[in-house]
């Protein structure tokens, strides 16, 4: 059983997050939910169209201008306070790797903490314990948070970052969030190669073992462009095939950017393994 603010969500249920960022240059849709208006009208649309969790993000995950934590915190918390006050029943997420920001945006209404960066500050998996919040907890392979990547090697992948991310699970467990509200995510992209995100999703089924719930954070990331050969704007089929993949082996959660696609997709993939009826089955019945 996965809970999350509150509410469970059976074990055949996959969840969409939506992408919500609130950044100025983030690398998909390039500032576009930057306005304050603009972002709650993007909430308002996803929840629309099927998305049981948003994401909310105030800092990119690529190199950039440099965004302290006071700003990140005024880009954040008054906007978690306007979800939450218009969506009392959405689970709200917020992308952070600093523990002042948890702790703003708890106390603003969050329900989970979305630590990208495998616990690069120590002190946030204290919040989401403090708080009884859910946590993500990512493989990024011990990268700095906003950097890249450089000819970075594992001996094996998988193993890498099942021992990092259960590691990170269980000391939040010990921290006093419930375990049924721990996430474990392989972190596609980050602190990988692309043949590292393509061997971690081929190996997903090893995080579904563990029996943690598993988030896959897919969405028009780089690992599907070099795959392709495709740049960022034609990347989707990519995305919903890696989701497809990934959906039918078990992972609970899908971190998105393209919200109707993706509930689609993975509504198929439910229809198809027998957890979900048809929305309607006429044919050969008239």
Known sequence: MLRLGGQDFGEHRPLVMAIVNRTPDSF????????????????????????????????????????????????????????????????????????????????????????????????????????????????AGGVEPRTRPHRITYDDVMT???????????????????????????????GKNTRHSLEATRRLPEMVATGWSVLVSLSNKDFVGETLDRPLEQRLIGTLAATSVSAWVGARVFRAHNVPETRQTLDMVASIRGDRPPARSVRGLA
């Open 160 to 190: 890498d970052i099942l021992s990092r991310t259960v590691s990170l699970a269980e000391r939040a467990v010990s921290a006093g969030v419930p375990h049924e509200s721990v996430l474990i995510d392989p972190g596609h992209d980050f």
């Open 28 to 139: 998909y849709d390039r500032g576009e939910t930057f306005a304050f208006d603009a972002a709650l009208q993007r909430v308002r649309d996803v929840v629309r169209d099927g998305a049981e969790i948003v994401d909310i993000g105030g800092v990119k995950a690529a190199p950039g201008d440099t965004v302290d934590a006071a700003e990140e915190i005024d880009r954040t918390v008054p906007f978690v306070a306007a979800v939450r006050a218009e969506f009392p029943d959405v689970v709200i997420s917020v992308d952070t790797w600093r523990h002042d920001v948890g702790e703003a945006v708890c106390r603003a209404g969050a329900d989970v903490l979305n630590d990208a960066w495998g616990g690069w500050d120590p002190e946030l998996v204290e919040v989401a314990g403090q708080f009884g919040v859910g946590i993500v907890c990512t493989h």
